[in-house]
């Protein structure tokens, strides 16, 4: 390689031929659409010191100005040395103008296509020498002419995306010799090959097919590749989001071979499978063969075993050496004769996919139809392996938590697709059921189905799957995509894990629906006195109890430590997902726990700081949303008896001291409802109560209900004490 080298005058001159060892240092690259070839600078013109006259001279002499001012020296222009064909058309410039710019024909040529990708930084330039911007600053008109991705422009690895994807980057673009067709296309792939000009267009695709296999699948491919089928496996056909997981998963899979393990650990529902199913879509070039195998127990493994040898056999009939065997019957044969297929020499390039690992056997995990999925594996340390369970016990390869979405848009995506109905992108309403599913996609998925076979609106949805979760979620419809998954199904195997690991663990789950979804913490469950359940008080007595009960909920993926920490002057805390707190509600309390809602409304008024309390807004902050839950419980009648009119008073309190005084009020007057019918209407308790109900609607702007309060509550003390009183007239004053 010769770059050009640009002197203090402006004049060009050739450095040596850069080879080997030789230095090259940082030069600037013009890539830029040819004029006819007789007005093309040639390497002899270079050479010679004549082409000035040319007008595809300008181009070098900008060039040149250009990298003198970036702070270049060198540069790299490709030069012809003999001579072409006139090209169809002089092309058009590039302009400033964003629509002129999506026009330029330098998008539709071959050899521009790495120049636009490789350099970490491109300017485009007028034919004026006008700058029109960069790769940065373009990004979204090049997407949009060109196809490629925008992580491909901000410099992504080329190998997180398939060979179809990249090849169609250029699959529409043109080049002067029809074998540079394949050879603009070696560094996209990252491969070598002999340049042969005259061996047409089909037979360079050919050859450039070939060292793209050598390279992803090994140069003995032809002895282990196995058509690649998803036939049997229920995914969804437009997979969204994930792109983060994706390319992290295709990071740690990638290697020379050796063996890679990624296991996949999250809440039942929330995408693992569907993201398998993605990655294996996505990447299938890069495997010599893909192998699905259900793991959710035992039987269902040594079944996808069976498949497995029938896949293979379909290709190699003789490779297993299964000879009188039958596939169906010796199971144990056939693992073996499987697992050592996958343990020949040179046969690295394979992917086994243990999909729903859910009763893994662990030190923790006592059931002995538990399945140790590592006799399962092929003794030779090559190839690569992804495994989806909900437990984050298990730790054999690099381990990624798959959380909910976190982009709505991915969410209403999955309901649009799944409901068949259009414009729910941007409908208030379907943003509200995105809300209450909380990101999870089976929830979202379920609500799609039912939307699309039953004529119902988005609000009679929402409503339905408040008012009768359980009956909803039994009638709708099932998906292929989750197979013999539904969502108030779905963690009940979890669930049943841990009652037998930890009951303790398994009482609190259920003692959640009676509190918000996020941040449960220790201190404020440690109010439980003598009269409430054993298992409360064993729970709460301290903190290694608390914390291995609520372990064993992470591990089952049922319980995340929350993401909350600022300002803690208390333990941190855990939160479940919404819709899992649904299902603790319909589910593990289909008959309603007054007790269980008392003794929650208890912790919670019990929590409410006083204002001397150190940092009291901290608190009062963390425990809002669960007086929120405790509000909703008291006003429905769920969870309170005359005898805690105490925590409507905290409560009330509460809400006063962030300023929320309609729900003041709301506690307010369930105290006077509660203290009228105790105690009675002319009781001072029941008076103080209606005097502070008159002062908080006079906080409101709410004279005249107040001077009402006021009133009733002067004339009750001028007759339960008298009217010279303190008290009484102290209201007076009001």
Known sequence: MRLLVRNETGEFSLTKDLVGDDSIPPYAILSHRWLVDTEEPTFNDLTNGTGEEKLGYEKIRF????????????????????????????????????STFRKSEWFTR???LQEL?????????SKEGELVGNNASLERHICGRTGIPVNVLRRSPLSDFSVAERMSW???????????????MLGIFNVSMPVIYGEGEEKALERLREEIDKRSKGSKREDFSVVFSLSDISHVERFVARETELVEMHRELSGDGSRRTVILHGLGGIGKTQLSVAYARRHKDSYSAIFWLNIKDENSLKQSFAKVARQILREYPSALRLDNVDVNESLNKVIDAVKAWLSRPNNTRWLM???????????????????NIRNFFPEAYQGSIIITTWSSEVRIGHCIQIRKLGNV??????LSD?????????????????????????AIATAGAYLDQVAVSLPDYLRLYKQSWMRLQASSPELDSYEDRTLYSTWQISFDHVKQQNELSAELLRFWAYFDNQDLWLELLQHSDSNDPDWIRELTKDEVSFHQAVRVLCSHGLVEVDTFSQGLIESRGYSIHGCVRSWTVHVLNQEWDHDLARIAVKFVGSHVPEEQAVQPWSTQRRILQHAGRCSQMILNGLSIDDG????????????YSQGKLVKAEQMYRRALQGKEKAWGAEHTSTLDTVNNLGLLYADQGKLVEAEQMYRRALQGYEKARSPDHPTTQLIGRN
Not at 117 to 125: K, L, T
Not at 176 to 184: H, I, L, T, V
Not at 409 to 414: G, V
Request: proline share 6%; net charge negative; aromatic share 10%.
């Open 63 to 98: 060039c040149g100005e250009q990298a003198r001012q970036d702070g270049l020296q060198y540069l790299w222009v490709y030069l012809p040395d003999v001579p072409r064909p006139r090209s169809d058309s002089a092309g058009n410039s590039n302009k400033a103008r964003a």
């Open 110 to 112: 071959g050899w521009t």
């Open 117 to 125: 990708i490789a350099p970490a930084s491109v300017d485009f330039f």
């Open 170 to 184: 250029a699959a529409s673009r043109k080049t002067y010799r029809q074998e540079d067709k394949a050879y603009s």
């Open 353 to 371: 996919i243990f999909d729903n690992y859910d009763n893994p056997k662990l030190p923790s995990n006592s059931d002995s139809a538990a399945v």
């Open 409 to 414: 848009h991915d969410s209403l995506e999955i």
């Open 418 to 442: 799944v409901s068949r109905r259009e414009g729910l992108r941007s409908d208030p309403d379907a943003i509200m059921i995105d809300k209450e599913m909380d990101g999870l996609p089976l």
């Open 644 to 655: 805690m009119l105490w925590a409507c008073h905290e409560l009330e309190r509460l809400y």
